[in-house]
């Protein structure tokens, strides 16, 4: 079934249209000749921007609060998730997938994100990581296993950094011991998202240390796989609700048919899914930054001061200019970074662009958002607190401020140089 037709039968969808998912293109149908704005959507990627964004507004909305106070994901999200097609967005059909394209992926990203962080970074994190990572470099067999439960109830996990292994992650400890014709997988990895509900891991183990990082080794492995364990769950600042352990390997064996890619190629798999996952994180800040920005924006409409709306002071009115130009230029970034990828033309640069800027207007609108609303903006009866709170991830995982403007600037070196 169709994300579309999925989101139908849940009974919340108005989409304008109907057609599969699967015959969504890349870019948008235009009239011949005529250039076409990025924030132009084709009817299918326009009827799943407005199923998500209603999806999240009815059902995922009312749960929040309660998720963020108790650090744990509500069940009902992720039966959701699944019941609408959204953890196996692009996933191609003979899999059981959406059949979707990358770029619609990252709407449905955004869209989740405007409501929840949390829950957008569950989507992210799956598809384009664990997802993604599968389809592209997973064998036959690896692939019939694996991304059919996509659809149904395996949520995945990319376990690649370490306590001494973040921003310089090829430095790992994490080992993978060749015993027949089996590995043993020995360390821990830290800071893995969706540990607590993923079924299966995707794990970087060096397998020949003499080697350096060409040693580095993709393996997927299952939670149940004797000698793996969960630590304690990170008690986090902000996206709370969103599952994050140290994931512990004690003699954990699997099989050499478990190996993604090929022996001694995990650092490059690691390097080009992360680019992409960048305009997922991307995604993510922008979604939050609007998100935040319609509460104050709304909040400034309402609230009266000195006989006049917020609003109409003018300079309320400059700061809130401001600040929408901002959310706009990370639109277009995160928006073109994905249509780049989608076309398979270059987009390192402007993925670390994207997912730069877009991390920096979160916590920035997130702060100005706060200042608008004055003392109820500091509490949490209102939700505005909580997008700072969630924010400032966004400018640490999947590559920090300082490693994305590293990128950047290392590829206009090359640039200039040639």
Known sequence: MSLASRLTKSGVSHCPTTRLMSTLKPGVATTANKPTPLTMFSDEELAMREAVSKLSREKFAPMVRDMDEKSKMHPDVVRTLFENGLMNISVDPKYDGAGATYFATILAIEELAKVDPSISVMVDVHNTLFAETLAVYGSEDQRQKYLPRCAVDLIGAFALSETEAGSDAFSLKTSARRDGDSFVINGAKCWITNSEQAGT?????????????????????????????????????????????????????????????????????????????????????????????????????ERTAFKQKIFDFQGMQHQIAEIATKIETARLLVYNAARLREAGLPYVKEAAMAKYHAGEVAVLTSNKAIEWMGGVGFTRDYPVEKYLRDSKIGQIYEGTSNIQLNTIAKIIKVEFSS
Do not use: W
Not at 208 to 218: L, N, P, R, W
């Open 201 to 301: 891991f995707i794990v970087f183990a060096n397998a020949d240390f003499s080697i350096g990082y060409k040693g580095i080794t993709a393996f997927l492995v299952d939670k149940d796989t004797p000698g793996l364990s969960l630590g304690r769950p990170e008690n986090k600042l902000g996206i709370r609700a969103s599952s994050t352990c140290p994931v512990i390997f004690e003699d954990v064996r699997v099989p050499s048919s478990n190996i993604i890619g090929e022996f001694g190629k995990g650092y490059k798999i690691a390097i080009e899914t992360l680019n992409e996952g960048r305009i997922g994180i991307g995604a993510q800040m922008l979604g939050l930054a609007q998100g935040v920005f319609e509460h104050a924006v709304k909040y400034t409409l």
